[in-house]
């Protein structure tokens, strides 16, 4: 049964010698520590799936797919992707609401490096800006941001299209930041694809299909000035150290 489950010589004679009720009371400290972590990392996920369902759930990623990383903060992650590829028996808005409590905790313990020294608080059209590590962009089909945070809570969201900024104040408390169409562009730009604003703005506005104009350039700025109060914006890059470093 071991040789048939991947166990290759000569570990298998070995755990073989060991017995099955040994292996069983070892099984069981692996799965509890894999449940536990689960549970701190998705409360509110768990606490919606009920004792039975959230043990049939786990039981099927371990059946299916068990976890690959060595360390046991990605357990919840790799649970949350197996759900999302393999289509687990779960309704799609409960699998986003474990996405995003992933995503939060995963913004919680990002690391923030300090900011450049050639940082200058002004934005530069033609410079990339300078946002902070603990961010992350995400798109979801449920508007599982607005569901309360009580684990006794019962509630559906609201089945719309939400793209949000995930991000970590200056109080180190995770929040979210509901984007629209033209902002969640705009942000991928900056953020991942590391474009300047001036590179952004039409690009964004073709994503999102609105019209280059004084309405929009003003939204933008909104938006930029918000991000910036936040803590999540912080400049740009220098123009004379990018001009020297181009030199």
Known sequence: WLASHGVVPPDHEAMARIGP????????????????VVRDFL?????RLGEAGFERWLGAWLHDAPPRSRFLRDTP?????????SGAPLPAWLVELARLECLEAEVAAAVDPPAPPDLVPELVLDQPLVFSGALRLASFG?????????TDDRSTPVEVA?????????????RTLALSPLGHALLRGLIEEAQTVAEAIPAAARVAD??????????????????????????????????????
């Open 142 to 150: 449920h508007a599982v941001h607005e569901l309360p945070i009580a």
């Open 43 to 47: 409360p509110r996920t768990v606490a």
């Open 210 to 247: 609105e019209p280059l104009g004084d309405a929009l350039l003003g939204r933008i700025s909104v938006l930029l000035a918000d991000l910036a109060e936040r803590g999540v914006l912080r400049g740009s890059r220098s123009v004379t150290s990018s001009a020297h470093e181009s030199g």
């Open 77 to 85: 992650g790799e649970l949350v992707a197996w759900s999302l590829e």
């Open 162 to 174: 939400t793209a949000l900024l995930v991000y970590r104040d200056a109080t180190h408390h995770v």
């Open 21 to 36: 009720r040994r292996l069983l009371v070892y099984r069981s400290l692996v799965r509890n520590g894999l449940e536990n």
